[in-house]
């Protein structure tokens, strides 16, 4: 039997997930509002990095399509709601994709269907939010239609862990919602968690995500203290690593970017501060620490300069690696970011060098590109290399003999004027 799925929100999330259930044989319509996305895909071409041209033209010859009409909602078995929840100026969770998708789905919904939000959320949101509205009076959950939510697990860069082999939790509303959204990611993704219900699929997002920014917090910290006192954080990394049990790694940054880190974690605390009316501390003062270390790096490379007789203000600066991570072009809540702010602000003339991003504006201002990553850094100051591409692991030696002073903020480069973080 052919299943009907709608996949509503095709980016790095959405069009993954479409990929995989087109090659197990669901029949994938992909819906975005986008019209410039929607053109691409159908023409071939992808937006993310996952995913390249070729996987997009095996993904059409099995069948899937891409539209900005949400009235293909009316002629499917499942829809699966993969739109972004990011924070809004105040810092509180954003749902206006998700409702408004819901209100699409509720639009021109059909008896049966199987409803699946992926977007991360706050506890509570499947039940509270998009089960009244897809009820709208005159439906009921487990009956006329059936709802669950799976918490989207993708790591973008990471060919490892794909979406067809990376678990996947479940959890319904109801038991036969929960059996039907089961069914469906059994079709290609190798194992499938049943949770106890919605609520405990949505915390378990959190969770994952809450543990590494606090960790991340940790050795943050750590690493500030670290060099106050003269200790070398990275070797204090290296030895601890060594421990075969009890202790699981984590590096200190320029700062925390990217889709989940930055963001859910605050869900979280919004969620317990909402119902509970008390501060989840451990998410606060992560996020105190993390958001205080592109000033922290900002710091650290005003001192580099002055060991050099140098000001920040006048002297050229180039930042190395301005994405989230390394590897990828994604640049959502880059460190690169705030740290470029306050270098600017500082009075540096700042430029950077990144294979994967051909132009970077910030605040309103365009950042001059180098092309050349010897000719750039010989041509500076200083650089501060946030993220390890693999170009610039493949350059060590250029990186290590630079007339530039360096600030490594990945603790992976060495050289007579290169200084870890």
Known sequence: MTVKAVIVGLGYVGLPLAKAAAAAGVEVVGLDL???????????????????????????????????????????????????????????????????ASKAVEKYMQPGLTVVLESTT????????????????????????????????????????????????VGGVTPESTKKAVAFYSRFVEQVVEAKGTREAETAKLLENTYRHVNIALVNEMAQSCFAMGIDIWDVIKLAKT???????????????????????????????????????????????????PPYVSRRLQDLLNNHSKAVRGSTVVLLGVTYKANISDRRESPAVPLAKRLLDMGCILKYHDPFVDDWTVAGIAIERVTDLGAGLDGADAAIIVQAHSEYLGATDIIGSSSAAILDATGKFEGATVERL
């Open 34 to 100: 986008n019209q410039r996305i929607v053109d691409l895909l159908n023409s071939g071409g992808s937006h993310i990095d996952d995913l390249s041209g070729d996987d997009i033209g095996q993904m059409l010859a099995n069948g899937f399509t891409a539209t900005s009409d949400p009235s293909v909602i009316s002629a499917t078995d499942i829809v699966v709601i993969c739109v972004p929840t990011p924070l809004d100026e105040s810092g509180a969770p954003d749902l206006a994709a998700v409702i408004g």
């Open 122 to 169: 706050y506890p509570g949101t499947t039940e509270e939010i998009l089960k009244p509205l897809l009820e709208n009076g005159t439906r009921v959950c487990g009956k006329d239609f059936f709802l669950a939510f799976s918490p989207e697990r993708i790591d973008p860069g990471n060919e490892t862990y794909t979406i067809v082999n990376t678990p996947k939790v």
């Open 243 to 293: 421990k075969p049990f009890g202790f699981q790694s984590f590096s200190p940054s320029a700062g925390v970017g990217g889709h989940c880190i930055p963001i859910d974690p605050n869900y979280l605390a919004y969620k317990v501060r909402a119902d509970l009316d008390r501060p989840f501390r451990f998410v606060e003062l992560a996020e105190e620490i993390n958001n205080g270390m």
